[in-house]
């Protein structure tokens, strides 16, 4: 089946600094990805949607300076968080839709972030 | 606005026995799919129920779809302690392939 791959797994990082997360879809391209966030036992939040050629649009309360988005290829989707703080601290995962069946997703595996 | 509320949000279990999850909304939706994560990693879908009254099975695991396409239930029979973790509906809303949760039912099963 259809694979996404982030990178990296985990980061820890320190306050003021920026993480860069990637998302890559391995055996498909993905025109839109789609980028959640997860704080512990809660569900998955969307923070924005990925689109390759264009900009990314965002969710409600979603600081688009501090989430920068770029979809460089059919394959590859970035997450920056800018300025990271501890608040920021979160699992974050992407997706990218079947490409068949696009209310089906494929997820990444999420990447685990931790900002002293 | 579009809203999945899932029932219950936790739930611990004895090996062997019986349960079911809900998720309901007041929307109607295309379909509805779950999806189970286990910590530190991604959720993995389950099923996509696309059909009002719609009934899928995967082993153990009962999935039904609402005749008005507005609720859904995930039925688990002699549960497992590999059962254990988070089990997520979700539904497509807008367009654009967007899908949003419900709050998610964190299951643990006890040998």
């Known amino acids: 089946g259809a694979v996404v791959s982030q990178h990296p797994s985990w980061v820890i990082c320190k306050s003021g600094t920026s993480v860069k997360i990637e998302c890559r879809s391995l055996d498909f391209q993905a025109t839109t990805m789609f980028w959640y966030r997860q704080f512990p036992k809660q569900s998955l939040m969307l923070m924005a949607t990925s689109n390759e050629g264009s900009k990314a649009t965002y969710e409600q309360g979603v600081e688009k300076d501090k989430f920068l988005i770029n979809h460089a290829s059919l394959t590859l989707s970035t997450l920056t968080v800018t300025s990271a703080h501890p608040e920021d601290s979160s699992f974050y995962i992407c997706?990218?839709?079947?490409?068949?069946?696009?209310?089906?997703?494929?997820f990444g595996p999420g990447t685990r972030l931790t900002v002293l | 606005t579009q809203l999945l509320e899932q029932s219950p949000q936790f739930l611990s279990i004895q090996e062997g026995e019986n349960l079911t999850v809900y998720c309901n909304s007041s929307s109607v939706f295309s379909s509805l799919q779950w999806y189970r994560q286990e910590p530190g990693e991604g959720p993995v879908l389950l099923v996509t129920v696309v059909t009002g009254g719609e009934v899928k099975k995967l082993k153990r695991l009962t999935f039904q779809f609402g005749d008005a396409r507005k609720d859904s239930s995930l039925h688990i029979t002699a549960a497992q302690p590999g059962d254990t973790g988070l089990y997520l509906c979700a539904g497509p809303y807008n367009q654009g392939g967007k899908l949003i949760f419900g709050q998610g039912t964190e299951l643990s099963v006890k040998p």
């Open positions: 997706s990218a839709p079947a490409h068949f069946y696009t209310d089906t997703q494929y």
